[in-house]
């Protein structure tokens, strides 16, 4: 998989990168391999192939950090409910951290309730930040994190709104946060590999 840099407006201290493109259904006149790169997420979010990112994942961990990489905490960007939390990320991040050697975040992290996914439906931007203010139901566990070196994880970044929420709600109890991995980035307009 190609890396692809990812910018998010007021995340520029941050090493943002993904692994794919994606392009939303709605996009026509796509190549194979963007029909490929869709097919990899959607696996990936109803857990089909979640070891092979894993390896990936850690890969890059591994040659970002080093031997440091046993001080980094590994941590997912919350899905919108606990089920679908730990469905999505509970085995990838144990797997991430497995072939890595890194911390994993994921006990450390609670969904109570449930909110809507912001991702994949039409909204405006201000909508978006809105739903994701008043609908803040992520708990994390303040003494673990502070003082912690961390890596988020999300599958798919459209705005980067989800990770700037998450990324300040970690820093707010004290977390570092280095950098973002992404599955894929959303692009709407089609480039050939």
């Known amino acids: 998989m190609n890396m692809v840099q990812v910018y998010i407006k007021g995340q520029e201290?941050?090493?943002l990168s993904s692994f794919l493109r994606y392009y939303p259904v709605r996009?026509?006149?796509?190549?194979?391999?963007?029909?490929?790169?869709?097919?990899?997420?959607?696996?990936?979010?109803?857990?089909?192939?979640?070891?092979?990112?894993?390896?990936?994942?850690?890969?890059m961990l591994v040659k970002k950090f080093g031997?440091?990489?046993r001080s980094v905490v590994f941590s997912c960007v919350p899905a919108s409910s606990q089920e679908r939390n730990e469905a999505r990320n509970k085995n990838f991040s144990e797997?991430?951290?497995?072939?890595?050697?890194?911390?994993?975040?994921?006990?450390?992290?609670k969904v109570v309730g449930e909110r809507t996914a912001v991702h994949g439906t039409k909204v405006k931007k201000e909508e978006r930040e809105?739903?994701?203010?008043?609908?803040?139901?992520?708990?994390?566990?303040?003494?673990?994190f502070k003082n912690k070196i961390v890596c988020i994880w999300?599958?798919?970044?459209?705005?980067?709104?989800?990770f700037c929420a998450y990324t300040a709600q970690l820093e707010q109890v004290g977390a570092h946060v280095t950098n973002g991995?992404?599955?894929?980035?959303?692009?709407?307009?089609?480039?050939?590999q």
Do not use: P
């Open 67 to 69: 031997r440091k990489v």
């Open 154 to 162: 999300d599958d798919v970044v459209t705005t980067g709104t989800s």
């Open 181 to 192: 991995i992404f599955l894929g980035k959303t692009s709407y307009k089609y480039v050939q």
């Open 13 to 15: 201290d941050k090493e």
């Open 130 to 144: 809105k739903r994701l203010k008043e609908k803040n139901n992520i708990e994390v566990d303040a003494n673990f």
């Open 95 to 109: 797997l991430v951290c497995k072939f890595s050697g890194a911390i994993n975040g994921f006990s450390h992290v």
């Open 27 to 59: 996009i026509k006149n796509i190549g194979m391999d963007a029909f490929f790169d869709r097919q990899v997420i959607y696996d990936f979010k109803d857990g089909r192939n979640h070891a092979d990112v894993a390896k990936c994942v850690a890969k």
